[in-house]
């Protein structure tokens, strides 16, 4: 297994695996969209994507995140988006790229590194607690349309 960050026209080998967690959102209507939207969010917010790939050329995992500087919490990578292929499940592609994560968060010289995620992913939370991460927050949020 390989982990390598995405950019230019590779960003697309990630779309796969992104719209299996994000499908619903405009920016994965196709692979073209996906990666204007990653090369726009990160020249505007410092958006980047990691990916974990095996023999296949399509990314089997990926992992977007940004450093952001937070009152709380001082300087912290935070994992916007970590998805797996269904196909690629349980073969240690996520636990690789939040390792890979972890270990980029140290060398940006972050205190912490954080994510959310749904309350209904259990085997995503199984995975993050056996990382060594722990369950710090409830988050709230509201809708604005």
Not at 15 to 27: D, I, N, S, T, V
Not at 79 to 88: E, G, Q, R, Y
């Amino acid at each position: 297994m390989k982990i390598r960050e995405l950019q230019g026209n590779d960003i697309a080998l990630g779309h796969a695996a992104m719209f299996e967690l994000r499908g619903q959102r405009p920016a994965l209507a196709s692979a073209q969209a996906f990666q204007d939207w990653v090369t726009q969010a990160a020249a505007q917010q410092g958006y980047r994507l990691a990916a974990a790939f095996d023999d296949a050329a399509q990314a089997q995992a990926v992992c977007g995140f940004r450093v952001l500087e937070m009152l709380y919490s001082g300087r912290q990578l935070y994992i916007d988006d970590l998805s797996t292929l269904p196909a690629a499940r349980g073969r240690g592609h996520a636990r690789a790229l939040l390792e890979w994560a972890e270990a980029e968060a140290r060398r940006l010289g972050c205190e912490s590194l954080h994510l959310d995620s749904g309350v209904q992913r259990f085997p995503a939370h199984r995975l993050y607690l056996k990382a060594g991460m722990d369950i710090t927050a409830h988050h709230f949020a509201k809708g604005l349309k």
